[in-house]
């Protein structure tokens, strides 16, 4: 079926396709600004709250039962479901009603009617229905367009997460999205491209997968697992960015109980640690690389070994490691220049410091 046969509705506005297609060429490389807020749709859904379901088993039945009567008529078009599902509670993440309707139609009717309702589709239900039909079964002619609507990945990045994550040609489309995403849509591509595995996902996860958002904690230990980060920092392919990275990931685990792996429930903390010290040891000083260090070395002087994952005796040494460079000239001089005590964002910063005794901080 050919896309020129489906009519465009009249009076349309910006399509969600088109918005995004449009802010990304703006910023090529980069997550959208305001993950592409306002959508062109927004005041349509400004207050908008779908009805929720006693049971949440039965979330998506909506959509699944539109889908069947849609695909039932043979001369139904996607067209007519651009505003069919604006009244029903239209399911973000992946699920089995929907994924169900899909199975039961025709293969390539789905496929079209999905690329057709991300494509022209100027309300984010129907769009994001469409891109529930395109994750059930797409082609590599789809990766773009499931990347584009990715973009906007507070409201489509899960289900673009998944339509790339079930297919084996999809890792390096998700590492393209998860290059230029953040917030929640990071979240799912980050996991699954923990799920894949590979080797050349490891070493894009190894050094970009954090990109300091605080919902990093929900992945940050997964990061470090699925990667095995503790042969990494050990081994001989170091670099700035992974040792960079490395100071990122112990700095979230440090605190992000109850989100996600800690230090406490990763085994090779240790070696990691003690790995990461002794790297940070031969880099030049930044704020970053002083900050990601003090973090980590206050989390070790107030917690018990064991929640550190440490012994006593490992526990004290790491921590001695991490003072011998933070108490250096240089990076003192580099923490002084470039930390405003002063300024609300890094004020509880000098009662840390005061813990640690650390110089840049002294009179």
């Known amino acids: 079926m050919s896309e020129t046969t489906e009519p465009v509705p009249l009076g349309s506005r910006t399509t969600l396709f088109r918005h995004a297609l449009r802010l990304h060429q703006q910023t090529p490389d980069s997550p959208l600004p305001r993950d592409g807020a306002p959508f062109p749709d927004e005041e349509r859904h400004r207050g908008k709250r779908p ?3 006693a049971d949440q088993r039965l979330d998506g039945a909506d959509v699944a039962a539109i889908l069947d009567r849609h695909f039932a008529d043979p001369d139904a078009r996607a067209g007519e479901l651009v505003d069919a599902f604006h009244d029903v509670l239209v399911p973000f993440l992946d699920n089995a009603h929907v994924n169900a309707a899909a199975l039961r139609a025709d293969r390539q009717r789905v496929r079209h009617t999905g690329r057709w ?21 797409w082609t590599e002619e789809d990766i773009p367009l499931i990347q584009t609507i990715g973009l906007l990945s507070h409201t489509f990045g899960p289900l673009a997460a998944e339509a790339l994550g079930r297919r084996r040609g999809g890792g390096e489309a998700l ?18 491209l923990c799920g ?14 954090c990109d300091g958002d605080f919902l990093n904690a929900y992945f940050a230990g997964q990061v470090a697992t699925a ?16 040792v960079d990275h490395t100071g990122r990931v112990l700095r979230i685990m440090t605190d992000c109980d109850g989100m996600g792996t800690t230090l406490e429930h990763y085994p090779p903390a240790p070696v990691v640690l003690a790995a990461h010290a002794a790297h940070l040891g031969r880099q030049a000083p930044t704020r970053n690389r002083y900050l990601d260090a003090a973090v980590i070395a206050y989390y070790l002087t107030t917690r018990a070994p064991a929640q550190c994952g440490c012994t006593t005796g490992q526990r004290d040494e790491i921590v001695r490691q991490y003072l011998a460079v933070l108490n250096r000239r240089n990076w003192c001089d580099t923490a002084r220049a470039n930390l405003d005590r002063n300024d609300e964002s890094v004020a509880w910063f000098a009662i840390m410091a005061t813990r640690l005794n650390l110089r840049a901080f002294g009179p």
Do not use: F, P
Not at 196 to 209: D, E, I, K, Q, Y
Not at 231 to 240: P, S, V
């Open 117 to 137: 309702l991300v494509r022209h589709s100027t309300d984010r239900c129907s769009a994001v229905v469409g891109l529930a039909l395109l994750a059930s079964d």
């Open 175 to 192: 590492q393209w999205l998860g290059q230029r995403v953040t917030g929640w849509g990071r979240v799912h591509v980050i996991e699954k």
């Open 196 to 209: 894949r595995g590979g080797s050349t996902s490891r070493g894009w996860l190894l050094r970009n997968a």
């Open 51 to 53: 009805r929720t379901r």
């Open 227 to 242: 990667t095995h980060l503790h042969e990494a920092i050990t081994g001989t392919d170091i670099d700035d960015d992974l």
